[in-house]
Structures are given as C-alpha cells and as structure tokens.
C-alpha cells in the first residue's frame, strides 16, 4: 500500500492520490479507447478460457508506483512469473507517485494506456465508469488460478460495479492488498507512565480512556516545550463513523457533515491538541510529522497499516497495535480499511495474458507470502491471513487486530462512491478553520454542507 501519512488536513483520499501511470513505451494496445456511453454498461466479455497458453508469445506493460522495497518485490514476482511462462514477457515501470493520475490520463488520450494497472477510490470509479477498465468477470469464473472463496470478499468487492456502482455487479480489477488502518502504540513509553497496554478488541478502549492515558503520556522538556505527545494527529475518520455519522449518503448523494455525530466527532479530535495538549497540532506537524516521532519514541500512539511493519521491526523500542478508540456515545469503533487493486486495459492485445498477470500478482500463494514476509500487506488469501502470517514471530503480536478490521469495523475510505474528489479535498482544506480553533466544528459543518454539496453534484454525475 501507499506510505503517505494522514494528519489533520489531509485525508484518506489524498492518502490514496496516486493512481494510474504514464510511460513513453508502446504496449501494443493500440486500438481506439472506446468511451462512449453504451461502452460503459455494455464492457461484457465473452466467457474464455482464462489460463494464459504457455506456448503463445506475448508482452505486456504493467505500470504501478513505490518505494524501493515495493519495486524491489514486484521486480521479482514478476521474474518469477516469466520464469513460469518463458514466452511471456513482462515490462514493468515504476512512476512517481504524485504524477500518477495526470499521466494516466496523458496515456488514454494517446490510446496508449497499460495492460495491466494500479487503481483504487474514486480513480477506479471514474475509470470503470468511463469504460476504460476490462470486464473480468468471465475470466475470474473461468480461471483455474481463483479461488473467489479463499479471497476477502472486502478486496473483491472493491472492484465490482454493475453500470451505476461501485461494490456490486461484475469484476474489474482483483485487490493488490487490503490495508487495514491500525493504532500502533509504544509499549516502552506505557510501561514507563505505569499504564495498561490499550485493547486489542473493538470497543474495550474509549475515547475518554485514550485522553486519560494520553495525557499521561504527554511530556515536557527543560523548556517547558512538549517533548514526547500521547497520541499522533488522529483519524477523523475513525472518529466520525465510530460516532454514527458520515460524509456522504451514496444512495441519494447527500452530503452528511451537518449532524450532531459528525460535529461531535471532529471537535473531539480538535480538542485532543486545542484542549487537552495530547496531540499535534498543525504547526507541529509540519515541524515533524506523527511517522518520524513515532520512531523516534516521541509519541505513545500512531496510525498505522501492514506496509508501516518493516520500518518497524528495527526499532529500539517494543511496540503492538490496539483496535481504534471506541466511541462513549455509540460503544462501537471504526477505521479505513483502504485497498489498490490490478486492473487491465479493456483494448488489451492479450487479456488472457494480462488477467493471468493480475491473478497472479495478487492472489498467487508464493507472491502473497514474499508481501507479508517482508512486510508490505495481510495477505489476500484468507487461509494464508489466518494461517501462517498470524503465526509470524516478528511484531506486532496482536495481529489479529489486522484480521479483526477486515472482517468486523474496517470501512471503505469516504472516495469509493466519489468520481471526482473535489468536494472532499476542499473538505479538507477547509477543516483547518477547526484544527486551529477558528471556528468551532458545528458551526464549521453547518456552513460548509452547502457547499461541498454543490461540488459534489457538480462533479459526480
């Protein structure tokens, strides 16, 4: 998964803005990129035998981004793969991040878009929409490599749409991983302050137990200065949905902000730094953000997901991951659940080849435990997550709060029912009026519904 780091102004959707690639390099899928109307609700394949034939020549373009740990295991899948068939070859090319979304469409505009792709959020729902993205429905029950009941439905489901939504109807991409969105916590610095460790089990640990245990937690310097904070910038999102609100109601499109749970939720993530001094407030993020002092020993409690583990393995301290804070109003918990999936162009030369790719990528035993070996994801094989990564004898040692998220209190990030995401990025541009004190969440919310509402119908039809 991504490794960007979500604080008080940013969201998940800016967490996953990077999608889609550019590359120079002609892939052979030359045909006209059919986007018209009836291509968007009539992209049905014939049924077909789904096993690539090993004898047939082929070469595809598999584009995605990472660091050099990510591209590090994807070079080798992907070696092993043309190991297995020899007569397929594989070009796999690595773009930055931040220029993902622009040059992908650079490549359907010259009719030279991938294979074989990364696509997730809103950037699935507008591609998928747009016809763009190949029907992978008949190859999926034609497949000898799937087993749709070895896979989290949760990852699936992500890639479904039936012509108007997102999450039903046929498949179009198949899950790079499921990312559930942990709370790490520094076991060293609880011990320190004489606390017990927070609950690995959804709705034991409050928020009103996370402030008490925050606020001891917090310390000062010499100076006087916050020296090590309780808890990292916190999700707004687990927050809210934990609360029973919402941003928006897919069904009829309404933005939700303007209710009592929302407000509530996002003052009590204000009030962790403006009132109770836990937290990080914007400022202090952009002096260090919550990733480096959480490794530094400077914060008690962080978010984290499966890809954060490497870099943790080595730290000097213990650390474990809890279930997020439950809310005293509702009893229950929430988090972002997020994912990025493998898709395939619809006007490939060889979908066959490309499906085998994808599948193979994603649900291959030997490429799912080369990502959870090294750290990059919970497997999407649920006999393998259940299996033998719970059975890993590296941190975190409640791992089943990863397990926990994907089958119990882990939600789609607020995009998935968005084409554009325009409405929700000026959300969060506009949020910092809460964060640092200018207004109060209320009176935020209220004002700004009308607005987002109006991007949202703009920009979402």
């Not at 916190?234 to 309404?254: F, H, I, M, R």
Request: charged share 25%; proline share 5%; hydrophobic share 35%.
């Amino acid at each position: 998964m991504f490794r960007k780091r979500k604080w008080f102004s940013l969201s998940l959707t800016l967490v996953l803005s990077f999608v889609l690639v550019l590359s120079g390099c002609n892939s052979g899928n030359n045909k006209s990129e059919d986007n018209s109307a009836d291509s968007k609700t009539q992209n049905k394949t014939e049924a077909t035998d789904a096993t690539p034939d090993k004898d047939a020549k082929s070469e595809i373009e598999f584009m995605g981004w990472g660091g050099d740990s990510e591209k590090a295991v994807f070079e080798k899948l992907i070696a092993s793969y043309m190991k297995k068939y020899p007569n397929k070859k594989v070009k796999y090319t690595v773009v930055p991040p931040a220029e993902y979304y622009q040059k992908l469409d650079t490549l359907i505009a010259a009719k030279k878009t991938p294979d074989v792709f990364y696509a997730g959020g809103a950037h699935f729902n507008k591609l998928v929409s747009s016809g763009v993205l190949l029907n992978l429905e008949s190859y999926l029950k034609s497949s000898e490599l799937v087993d749709t009941n070895n896979v989290w439905k949760q990852g699936l489901d992500r890639y479904r749409y039936d012509g108007t939504t997102v999450g039903a109807g046929d498949l179009y991409g198949l899950p790079k991983d499921v990312g559930p969105w942990a709370l790490a916590y520094n076991k060293d610095l609880f011990d320190k302050a004489g606390l017990p460790y927070p609950s690995a089990k959804a709705g034991e640990y409050t928020w009103d137990q996370m402030i008490a245990d925050a606020k001891k937690l917090t310390t000062t310097n010499a100076r006087g200065k916050i020296d090590t904070f309780g808890v990292a910038a916190y999700s707004l999102e687990s927050a809210v949905w934990a609360n029973g609100g919402d941003w928006v109601d897919p069904s009829t499109g309404k933005i939700t902000i303007d209710t009592p749970e929302f407000a509530e939720a996002m003052q009590f993530v204000a009030d962790l730094s403006l009132v109770h001094k836990v937290s990080p407030s914007p400022d202090d993020e952009k002096a260090q953000n919550g990733y480096t002092r959480f490794v530094a020993g400077k914060v008690a409690m962080f978010p984290m997901g499966p890809w954060d583990q490497p870099g943790f393995w080595d730290l000097p301290f213990q650390w474990d991951i809890a279930a997020w804070p439950a809310s005293p109003n509702t009893g229950k918990t929430a988090t972002w659940l997020g994912s990025l999936g493998f898709v395939v162009s619809k006007n490939t030369k060889y979908p066959e080849d490309s499906f085998a790719l994808a599948s193979y990528l994603s649900l291959d035993r030997d490429s799912q435990k080369e990502n959870y070996v090294l750290g990059q994801a919970v497997p999407n094989l649920i006999d393998m997550a259940k299996g033998e990564f719970m059975a890993m004898d590296k941190a975190p040692k409640s791992r089943q709060v990863f397990i926990d998220i994907i089958e119990d209190y882990g939600r789609p990030p607020i995009e998935v029912s968005s084409k554009n995401t325009k409405w929700l990025d000026t959300f969060w541009q506009d949020a910092s009026q809460v964060w640092t004190g200018q207004k109060k969440a209320a009176e935020f919310v209220k004002a700004e519904q009308p607005k987002l509402q109006k991007l949202y119908d703009e920009n979402n039809k």
